[in-house]
């Protein structure tokens, strides 16, 4: 089953932010979007959000690494990598069938036409 998630990057400096591209990584999962996303120059107090989803391998722990690639006032390339971890379970399977719904009892169904015909004749409406 895909699992979503929203990676939010703000720019808490003074001056704009020289982003390139945002990195995203799994172990024990497979990353179906977002792998690499293109983020560019980032204002000061701007933020961005890139979305990203993986699928689960196994039922374990999944590491996700983001890598985040910009270029420092000294115009060199630099990464920030963050790693997080989450628990991976596999989900259970859907139900094969639905049971009908009971039926009523031939018991049932006589005491409530005894107590219907009962109504009726006591209201002068039955026959």
Do not use: C, W
Not at 16 to 35: I, M
Not at 111 to 125: A, C, K, N, V, W
């Amino acid at each position: 089953m895909s699992q979503s998630l929203n990676i939010k990057i703000v720019n808490t400096g003074a001056y704009t932010a020289r982003l390139s591209t945002l990195d995203l990584k799994a172990d024990n999962a497979q990353v179906t979007d977002g792998s690499e996303s293109d983020v560019g120059a980032l204002d000061p107090n701007g933020n961005i959000s890139i979305p990203g989803s993986f699928i689960p391998s196994t039922d374990g722990t999944v590491t996700i690494t983001l890598t985040l690639h910009y270029v420092d006032d000294l115009n060199r390339e630099q990464t920030i990598v963050k790693t997080y971890q989450a628990p991976a379970v596999t989900p259970p399977p859907p139900p094969t069938s639905v049971p009908p719904p009971p039926t009523p009892s031939s018991e049932q169904t006589d005491s409530q036409d005894f107590l219907g015909r009962l109504l009726f004749g006591l209201l002068g409406l039955g026959s």
